[in-house]
Nanobody, 115 residues
Framework: QVRLVESGGGLVQAGGSLRLSCAVSGIMFSDYAMGWYRQAPGKQRELAAIIGQGGNTSYADSVKGRFTISRDNAKNTVYLQMNSLKPEDTAVYYC?????????WGQGTQAVVSS
């Protein structure tokens, strides 16, 4: 079955960096777009960044210029490099495989940015 496992979250001071990883199994990873989403306390889950099969990327305005999404098809892994972190980036971060109109989700990894 499809399995996504996120890692790399933690506690960091404002201005710091975190690198999230998401290891994927159970699908032909290179055939699918992958997204990083986040859900802050009391808010809806939102798309932070997405990377297509060919490596094209798109970002939410709130993270553009600070976050970088990348993928390693040989390792079936998608990454989110987060720099210049702000307290408002505090959230649970989820990766998702975009399987047509459906999504398969990981369990999430929490990032907390202190001021």
């Amino acid at each position: 079955q499809v399995r996504l496992v996120e890692s790399g979250g933690g506690l960091v001071q404002a201005g710091g960096s975190l690198r999230l990883s998401c290891a994927v199994s159970g699908i032909m990873f290179s055939d699918y777009a992958m997204g990083w989403y986040r859900q802050a306390p009391g808010k809806q889950r939102e798309l932070a960044a997405i990377i297509g099969q060919g490596g094209n990327t798109s970002y939410a305005d709130s993270v553009k210029g600070r976050f970088t999404i990348s993928r390693d098809n040989a390792k079936n892994t998608v990454y989110l490099q987060m720099n210049s972190l702000k307290p408002e980036d505090t959230a649970v971060y989820y990766c998702a495989a975009h399987l047509g109109t459906s999504r398969r989700w990981g369990q999430g990894t929490q990032a907390v940015v202190s001021s």
